[in-house]
């Protein structure tokens, strides 16, 4: 069953602590997106990777950093320096940065300060 | 900079009507259109996109969206809603920059079906 996996789906983090997001998927697509989601505020998009071992900064990269060691994989790591890190993190991918190509979402990690 | 207007942040139909979701568009250069559908607690799913050609562009669960360059507008629309259609709906543009790739969101309109 191809898609995109998401892990955990309730995630919770004291202040001071660096937590990981995964993002794991088997449609062999070269791209992959992390988007932060806020309420009223739609998608926000953090990084974006085009090929293995290439990322980039989206609108709202600061307080957060990607790896893309493997073409399936694309783990997101919150900072504590991110200030407000409390949001819904979807990871999307699709076959490629082409403009006609959609992309495909995994099912969102809920991420809460406590 | 490309970006997405969604000027309804609700809209509530009842159940067996017509159904719009409006989405307009400011970008440099062609747009691609996209829209997804969240339900809650849950990731996006793609519905149907606009590439090129036909202006009106059919996608899943009978919903159609109208491409009109003149308005630069994208807006989502069903002839006969269904209860089961309520949820968060998000328009998406890109375009063929290079430095423009990646999608742009709107802020999302929760349709709500009344049965």
């Known amino acids: 069953d191809g898609g995109i996996t998401q892990s955990p789906k309730y995630l919770f983090r004291k202040e001071g602590q660096n937590v990981t997001l995964s993002c794991e998927q088997n449609?062999?697509?070269?791209?992959m997106y992390w988007y932060r989601q806020d309420p009223g505020q739609g998608l926000r998009l953090i990084y974006y990777s085009q090929i293995v071992n290439d990322f980039q900064k989206g609108d709202i990269a600061e307080g957060y950093s990607v790896s893309r060691e493997k073409k399936e994989s694309f783990p997101l790591t919150v900072t504590s320096a991110q200030k407000n890190p409390t949001a819904f993190y979807l990871c999307a991918s699709s076959k490629a940065l082409g403009v006609n190509t959609e992309a495909f979402f995994g099912q969102g990690t809920r991420l809460t300060v406590v | 900079a490309q970006s997405v207007a969604q000027p309804e942040d609700q809209v509530n139909v009842a159940e067996g009507n017509p159904l719009t979701v409006k989405c307009t568009y400011s970008v440099s250069g062609n747009p691609y259109l996209f829209w997804y559908v969240q339900y809650p607690n849950r990731g996006l799913q793609f519905l149907l996109k606009y590439i090129t050609g036909d202006n009106l562009v059919k996608g899943s669960y009978g919903f159609e969206a109208e491409f009109n360059k003149s308005q630069t507008s994208f807006h989502l629309k069903k002839p006969s809603a269904l209860v089961s259609d309520s949820a968060l709906y998000f328009c998406?543009?890109?375009?063929?920059?290079?430095?423009?790739?990646?999608?742009?969101f709107g802020s999302g309109t929760q349709l709500t079906v009344l049965p």
């Open positions: 998406a543009v890109r375009t063929g920059a290079s430095t423009a790739r990646q999608l742009t």
């Open positions: 449609l062999n697509h070269d791209a």
